[in-house]
């Protein structure tokens, strides 16, 4: 019998990312899967599922990176699967703005701009409110929509956003959508009920 590992979702992959996912996952209790990062995504779907499932504890940070591929590139081909996957419990998804040559584009519940704001407008790279509600443009965010996962927040580009997202600041914008997710999903209320919550 396996049980399902609570994921959460990251729609960026490069060198920033992975900086400010670990200081998250160390922050909330988690743990990111390093290995994920790429600017585009190198490793498929059932090769991230592994990675998931050897996590010593949840909640578990994924990071997924198109690089502007039009279209489903690998990325998302690799996101699509591990959401769809019955051993994972997607809790959220944290979709990162970019300006889109080609303007790939999902809906938002809701978004955090960088100020630690929340805003039901969509926000751009520099964590700055569109002028649309509930969308928001980015390179990996082509797939979103089709998936049944409880809770997207839209943010900046993460660990930056004009040093308010800094990794030496401890990456607060993107700390607080993880939190946000976590808190709206009842992971927090779970894992004390059931005593599971890890020491951070």
């Not at 960088?114 to 407008?121: C, I, V």
């Not at 607060?172 to 919550?197: C, H, N, W």
Request: aromatic share 4%; glycine share 10%.
């Amino acid at each position: 019998m396996s049980t399902k590992r609570n994921v959460i979702l990251v729609t960026d992959g490069d060198e920033h990312t992975r900086r400010s996912l670990e200081q998250v996952a160390k922050t909330v209790g988690g743990r990111c899967i390093t290995q994920s990062k790429g600017n585009p995504s190198k490793l498929s779907g059932p090769e991230i599922v592994k990675l998931i499932k050897k996590a010593p504890h949840d909640p578990v940070l994924v990071m997924f990176d198109d690089s502007g591929i039009v279209g489903e590139g690998a990325g998302e081909k690799a996101l699509k699967y591990v959401a769809e996957h019955e051993d994972i419990n997607v809790l959220g998804v944290v979709a990162v703005a970019a300006k889109s040559r080609h303007e790939e584009w999902t809906r938002v519940d809701v978004s955090i701009d960088r100020d630690g704001e929340l805003t039901p407008y969509g926000v751009d790279k520099y964590g700055i409110p569109e002028l649309e509600i509930g969308r928001l443009n980015g390179d990996t965010v082509y797939c979103l929509d089709q998936l049944n996962v409880p809770l997207i927040v839209g943010i900046g580009d993460i660990g930056k956003m004009a040093r308010h997202d800094s990794y030496k600041l401890g990456a607060p914008i993107t700390e607080k959508a993880v939190e946000l997710i976590l808190e709206r999903s009842g992971f927090y209320d779970d894992t004390i009920q059931s005593g599971t919550l890890a020491d951070s």
